[in-house]
């Protein structure tokens, strides 16, 4: 079926660090798939971070670069200096435009400690 | 340009009660969509409305949840009886027509069944 897989949280890493967290996704019943990250700030509602919708093509937001790798099935978040204003629960998902459907990972929990 | 409304934004119940949730999607956008997102799981989704019409509903616990859009904007959705394993949060999304797979949440509704 299809599914999203994400790194478990919660990850905890200082200001000014770099940042991974690894989405791999099974796209079998979708033949083009588009890739998203999703984010919830604390007290704030779910919103998209971003979207790439061809493969080889990187997105990229608030200093966030995700790249769609169709060969590994991959599609992992990476900040090259995080900020304590980036703990959010961050969420991989998969869409299908001619389903209207989108499934999401479990979630990562971020902390950024000052 | 208001966002995705939704209320109440949290629900206590006994077992076997019922209770109903209700929203208000950004203006225009013609698809609708309810999520169940259990604790430290991703939003899972219920149903969706293209309009006033439900588009899929497989994933709705048919015998005790159900889902109305009648005039094409707000949608309430109702569980009846509820169970312990209902205890989630509720989000509703929506989305303009053309980009389904883009879809704007609201803050959810927290639901606890005792």
Partial sequence: GDSVTQTEGPVTVSESESLIINCTYSATSIAYPNLFWYVRYPGEGLQLLLKVITAGQKGSSRGFEATYNKETTSFHLQKASVQESDSAVYYCALGDTNAYKVIFGKGTHLHVLP | ?114
Avoid: M
């Fill in chain 2, 1 to 114: 340009e208001a966002g995705v409304t939704q209320s109440p934004r949290y629900a206590v119940l006994q077992e076997g009660q019922a209770v109903s949730f209700w929203c208000d999607p950004i203006s225009g956008h013609d698809t609708l969509y309810w999520y169940q997102q259990p604790r430290d799981q991703g939003p899972q989704l219920l149903v969706y409305f293209r309009d006033e019409a439900v588009i899929d509903n497989s994933q709705l616990p048919s015998d005790r949840f159900s889902a109305v859009r009648p005039k094409g904007t707000n949608s309430t959705l109702k569980i009846q009886s509820a169970k312990q394993g209902d205890t989630a949060t509720y989000l509703c999304a929506s989305s303009p027509l053309g980009q389904q797979d883009t879809q704007y949440f609201g803050p959810g509704t927290r639901l606890l069944v005792l």
